[in-house]
């Protein structure tokens, strides 16, 4: 009877031992299966979110193609220290050469119906500048527009183009700038539509520039970047446009070239290059001592134009300044008649003042 007390004693004390350590190791047990969860569950995640990001790269590489075979080039191309420029050539005459915008390409021109104008009187050259449509923009070189301005300068060299008339749109408009200001006797007048010269603030550069950061930049431009695109688009152009409605002749512009990988980085590193060029050239417009005619809507929602056109008209004291009443950035979209006289205006003042030249040798 005594033995069978200390034997329930000595199981009493074990039981309650045990007893006692059972709620901490349960909670480690529980603490310990709650983080290999948490653990697992993130390392799925980023496995999810790695497998998205391969998909949507195949997804955008695959349209890139595609809109490439759908789009291919129109016109010639010229190779200058190992760059692929593409450009286009209509009509005969005086020579006129066309700077597209940022994002943009030939095509902008092209379904404008500025070039078939243009055409009839002047030998039109049309350039897809670096990076876009299907030219080359080699890693190697920060396309400045004074790097773009040599590039193009060399270029018109070679396909026999030593003075011409210049418009440019938008960024263009800096290119032909540059042009205007290192390549004074290659330039016989400048036409500077929807431009941005003096620096401001802009939140919206920065959010623009993000492709063209290395490595996040390359990720983002082939994987997020043109999802993000294509749903913006209609806004976005709404907006270029705005407040004209966008005409049914920008249906011949080529979305799908505008939104490939490519020329996303490029539309990048241009936007993350505007305002530390505004500041690089901003002293030096009177130096300009050709005819420049300046054109701008009225009402360009990307681009103030009494602190940018109607200051550099201020600045530059031959050039004339048209304001395009109810119209938007694209001024050469909606009023390209507009746009068409201020290139007479510009190549006709470079006419005047040639002639004036040889008046006074012949005297």
């Not at 527009?145 to 749109?169: F, K, M, N, S, Y």
């Not at 990307?302 to 201020?314: E, G, M, P």
Request: proline share 6%.
């Amino acid at each position: 009877m005594h033995a069978n007390k200390n034997r329930d004693a000595n199981m009493t004390f074990r039981f309650s031992t045990v007893g006692h350590d059972q709620p901490r190791d349960l909670i480690s047990f529980v603490r310990n299966m709650f983080f290999a969860v948490k653990s697992r569950s993130y390392a799925m995640a980023a496995a999810a979110a790695v497998g998205a990001l391969v998909v949507s790269a195949l997804v955008n590489r695959r349209m890139a193609k595609k809109a490439q075979r759908d789009n291919p080039p129109t016109g010639r191309f010229v190779e200058i220290d190992g760059v692929r420029l593409h450009y286009v050539e209509r009509g005969e005459g005086e020579p006129l050469v066309l700077l597209h915008g940022n994002g943009s390409m030939i095509q902008d021109f092209q379904s404008s119906g500025l070039i078939t104008m243009a055409a009839k009187r002047y030998r039109v050259i049309v350039f897809d500048r670096p990076g876009f449509g299907h030219s080359e923009r080699p890693r190697g070189t920060i396309w400045t527009p004074e790097a773009q301005a040599d590039l193009i300068h060399t270029a018109l060299r070679r396909i026999g183009v030593w003075r011409a008339t210049v418009l440019g749109h938008s960024w263009g408009a800096s290119v032909a700038v540059a042009l205007g200001l290192k390549y004074p006797d290659a330039v016989g007048g400048l036409i500077l539509a929807s431009g941005y010269f003096y620096p401001t603030m802009r939140a919206d550069v920065v959010l623009l520039s993000g492709p063209a950061v290395p490595v996040i930049g390359d990720i983002m431009r082939h994987t997020l970047s043109p999802i993000l695109a294509r749903m913006m688009w209609p806004l976005t152009i709404r907006k270029m446009f705005g407040p004209s409605p966008v005409p049914m002749k920008f249906g011949g512009f080529p979305k799908a070239l505008a939104l490939r990988p490519s020329q996303i980085r490029a539309a990048a590193a241009e936007s993350a290059l505007m305002i530390p060029d505004a500041f690089a050239f901003c002293g030096d417009y009177a130096a300009l001592k050709m005819p420049v005619v300046i054109i701008a809507g009225e009402e360009d929602r990307l681009i103030d134009i009494n602190k940018q056109s109607a200051r550099l008209h201020r600045d530059v004291k031959q050039s004339t300044l048209h304001r395009v009443p109810g119209t938007g950035h694209m001024v050469h979209q909606t009023a390209t008649e507009r746009v068409m006289s201020a290139i007479d205006e510009a190549a006709g003042a470079r006419r005047q003042r040639r002639q004036g030249a040889i008046a006074r040798q012949a005297a």
